[in-house]
């Protein structure tokens, strides 16, 4: 460090300064390693509740497909009412 080059007091209070700088640095990394973890957590609740959703979401499209398909829709019925014949 340079306090121990220069011997001045500057170079003391610079590299006092270095150390807590450093200090802070250690903070702020293992905060955000907190952050991560954490937003790791809630990624894995929202993810299933979306998988969850997208099953039931699957099952609706596929019971309105039901609906639609030909043997049950209204092209499989016998229409009533009047029908202009062709002519």
Not at 32 to 60: F, M, P, S, T, Y
Request: charge should be negative; proline fraction near 2%.
């Amino acid at each position: 460090m340079v306090a121990n080059v220069l011997n001045s007091d500057r170079a003391i209070a610079m590299s006092v300064e270095v150390v807590r700088q450093f200090v802070r640095f250690r903070v702020v990394a293992h905060s955000q390693d907190a952050v991560k973890e954490k937003l790791a957590q809630l990624e894995g609740v929202v993810n299933a509740r979306l998988d969850k959703h997208e099953d039931q979401i699957d099952e609706l499209f596929d019971a309105v497909e039901s609906l639609i398909e030909p043997e049950h829709g209204l092209g499989s019925k016998k229409l009533i009412g009047f029908t202009p014949e062709a002519g």
